[in-house]
């Protein structure tokens, strides 16, 4: 388990501090070096479980020194070994501790029922791998838009998929790519569905 | 010193733009390449390395479930070529990538005559473009030392 900044002064509560969650050690560090890149303290983890024990959820009495655990954002890669990230949202979604935390599923496959179904448990966006630093950005963007936890009203806002672009297609990839590259060049609509919290 | 410089930056730059038409580069790697500074200059470096590291464990696990016909792991395959294609992916190893797509195919039909070529292949695509990117950070180093900034390139 790689910590990011461990510092808890009052100073770095602006800056956002994202646990990404993936089994690839070669995603983790891409998407730790995005986030850094885009000011956010960053903890990687390398499995639900991992993350899970990180927040004081396996229910292990040991782990809860976590009053002061401050996550603004968690970012899981979706096909893990052990708990997927389907399932790790699930479990946060069910704690009283984390259930407010915005959590995006990161995955290289552009499965509607998979994203649908995320979205459904309470997802707050969808990231289509490789994930980029425009991504990135307009992820932050978007949770700090959304001001505090405490503020949202979110519970009485419909939910909405929020296409990143004017292109207004929602199917698949785009025509234009030649088979031997399906997942490159994907036009950034259809690389992220985020859905705007209580702000539009 | 200053010729040496731009001629060094020239040499990096058509190297690096070949590698792109020549299909072993996608735009991951330009995404890749962005997010190295002057403050972190190995990054990418450090990056297709445990990538590198990656393919030769997968490569290894997958040719030893692959190594009895009447006994083949599938299923083992299929995840290694499945964890193979995301980091090749996010490296923009587009070779190695696309080898990995026709893998799966193979995998999923038990073909594994198919998967033994895919495997031999895909070992090949990867040593090759490491031997290529090492050629390139090479060429870095050597502007660097030269005093020269490493010039960024704009592939369309």
């Known amino acids: 388990m790689t910590v990011g900044d461990l510092s808890s002064s009052p100073s770095s509560s602006r800056e956002l501090h994202v646990l990404a969650v993936d089994d690839?050690?070669?995603?983790?560090?891409?998407?730790e070096r995005l986030l850094r890149i885009s000011?956010?303290?960053?903890?990687?983890v390398e499995s639900g479980t991992r993350a899970l024990q990180y927040l004081g959820l396996d229910g292990d009495k040991g782990s809860s020194t976590l009053k002061d655990l401050k996550v603004n954002l968690i970012v899981t890669d979706y096909s893990m070994p052990g708990l997927t990230g389907y399932e790790l949202l699930k479990k946060i979604k069910e704690s009283s501790a984390f259930r407010e935390v915005p959590v995006v599923i990161m995955?290289?496959?552009n499965i509607q029922p998979r994203i649908q179904q995320c979205m459904t448990e309470g997802a707050e966006g969808f990231?289509?791998?490789?994930?980029?630093?425009?991504?990135?950005?307009?992820?932050?963007?978007?949770i700090m838009r959304s001001g505090e936890p405490e503020d949202e009203t979110k519970h009485s806002c419909p939910k909405r998929i929020l296409q990143d672009d004017t292109d207004s297609s929602t199917s698949t990839l785009s025509s234009s790519l030649d088979v031997s590259s399906l997942d490159d060049d994907t036009p950034s609509s259809k690389r992220m569905k985020l859905e705007p919290r209580a702000h539009d | 010193m200053n010729t040496v410089v731009a001629q060094l930056q020239r040499q990096f730059q058509d190297y690096l733009v070949s590698l792109y038409q020549q299909g072993f580069l996608d735009n991951q790697f330009t995404e890749l390449r962005k997010l190295q500074d002057e403050g972190t200059p190995d990054f990418v470096a450090e990056v297709v390395?445990?990538?590198?590291?990656?393919?030769?464990?997968?490569?290894?696990?997958?040719?030893?479930?692959?190594?009895r016909p009447e006994n083949v792991d599938f299923k083992q395959v299929d995840s290694g070529v499945h964890q193979l294609k995301g980091s090749s992916s996010s490296v923009g190893a587009r070779r190695v990538k696309n080898v990995c797509i026709s893998f799966k195919e193979c995998c999923d039909v038990q073909n594994r005559e198919g998967c033994l070529r895919c495997l031999q292949q895909v070992d090949y695509e990867y040593k090759m473009l490491k031997t290529k990117l090492q050629?390139?950070?090479?060429?870095?180093?050597?502007?660097?030392?030269?005093?020269?900034?490493i010039p960024q390139v704009n592939i369309n």
């Open chain 1, 127 to 142: 990231l289509l791998k490789p994930v980029k630093l425009a991504d990135v950005k307009r992820l932050k963007e978007l």
């Open chain 2, 135 to 149: 050629d390139l950070f090479n060429l870095e180093q050597q502007i660097v030392q030269a005093g020269g900034a």
């Open chain 1, 24 to 31: 690839s050690f070669v995603d983790r560090k891409v998407i």
């Open chain 1, 107 to 109: 995955s290289s496959e």
């Open chain 1, 39 to 44: 000011a956010c303290k960053v903890t990687t």
């Open chain 2, 49 to 67: 390395s445990l990538f590198f590291d990656d393919c030769s464990k997968l490569i290894n696990s997958m040719s030893r479930s692959l190594e």
